[in-house]
């Protein structure tokens, strides 16, 4: 009931707690860090949901797996059939995408794709290889618009190796392209130094006269 003239209010310390009659509560009376809303630190690890007395749940992070092996930048256990996907949709016509070297290009010759209907394709620092991205030129009959854009292991690969499979699947698409933009590098980018490429200039070989012989096939 709320006080009436004449009655006379208790006085409590500051920070002290008081039952709904105004008597002081006992010390076991009083709230704990779970009810409060704090988590207590033994539920906290373990890497799973605990759940406390009053049945309520804590969400916690997942843990990242930092010890999974990697083939070319990208988990193992991603599921290399994504990047696949994106040529069977029909109603694309321009795709920007990165082409792993792992990524299941070989799964493209099951599956019914949209490479005639692409008019315009970004290869953003693909490090798929010269034979699979040939393969997957020579099936775009429509392409006007190409961005070729090729990364390689400084450790392991060289620059345009496999260059005649490109240059073969540039001359297949030769008659409709409009828009040619070629792009290569090394990655990591801050290892060694380029000048040591300079002994291997018969993998320019493939390429030399690649641009009069799109002339020559527009005529």
Same mark, same amino acid.
């Given at each position: 009931? $709320? $006080?009436?003239?004449?009655?006379? /209010? $208790?006085?409590?310390?500051?920070?002290?707690?008081?039952?709904?009659?105004?008597?002081?509560?006992?010390?076991?009376? @009083?709230?704990?860090?779970?009810?409060?809303?704090? /988590?207590?630190?033994?539920?906290?690890? #373990?890497?799973?949901?605990?759940?406390?007395?009053?049945?309520?749940?804590?969400?916690?992070?997942?843990?990242?797996? !930092?010890?999974?092996?990697?083939?070319?930048?990208?988990?193992?256990?991603?599921?290399?059939? *994504?990047?696949? #996907?994106?040529?069977?949709?029909?109603?694309? @016509?321009?795709?920007?995408?990165?082409?792993?070297?792992?990524?299941?290009?070989?799964? !493209?010759?099951?599956?019914? !794709?949209?490479?005639?209907?692409?008019?315009?394709?970004? +290869?953003? @620092?693909?490090?798929?290889?010269?034979?699979?991205?040939?393969? +997957?030129?020579?099936?775009? *009959?429509? /392409?006007?618009?190409?961005? /070729?854009?090729?990364?390689?292991?400084?450790?392991?690969?060289?620059?345009?190796?496999?260059?005649?499979?490109?240059?073969?699947?540039?001359?297949?698409?030769?008659?409709?392209?409009?828009?040619?933009?070629?792009?290569?590098?090394?990655?990591? @980018?801050?290892?060694?130094?380029?000048?040591?490429?300079?002994?291997?200039?018969?993998?320019?070989?493939?390429?030399? #006269?690649?641009?009069?012989?799109?002339?020559?096939?527009?005529?």
């Amino acid at each position: 009931m $709320p $006080p009436t003239e004449g009655d006379t /209010l $208790p006085i409590h310390e500051p920070g002290e707690l008081t039952n709904e009659s105004g008597g002081q509560t006992d010390e076991a009376e @009083r709230p704990t860090d779970e009810q409060e809303g704090e /988590l207590p630190t033994d539920k906290a690890e #373990g890497g799973h949901m605990p759940t406390d007395e009053q049945g309520e749940d804590w969400l916690i992070d997942e843990a990242l797996v !930092l010890d999974e092996s990697a083939a070319n930048g990208s988990p193992t256990s991603y599921n290399l059939d *994504q990047f696949v #996907g994106w040529f069977c949709l029909s109603s694309v @016509r321009h795709l920007s995408i990165w082409l792993p070297g792992n990524a299941n290009l070989e799964g !493209l010759k099951d599956k019914k !794709l949209n490479l005639p209907q692409l008019q315009t394709l970004i +290869l953003a @620092r693909s490090t798929a290889s010269a034979q699979a991205i040939a393969s +997957l030129l020579a099936q775009t *009959q429509s /392409l006007k618009s190409l961005h /070729l854009g090729l990364a390689y292991d400084w450790y392991t690969e060289t620059v345009l190796e496999g260059g005649e499979f490109i240059t073969q699947a540039l001359q297949s698409i030769s008659k409709t392209i409009e828009d040619f933009s070629m792009g290569l590098e090394y990655y990591p @980018r801050f290892n060694g130094s380029p000048h040591e490429d300079e002994s291997k200039g018969h993998l320019l070989v493939p390429f030399h #006269g690649i641009l009069k012989k799109k002339s020559h096939a527009s005529k």
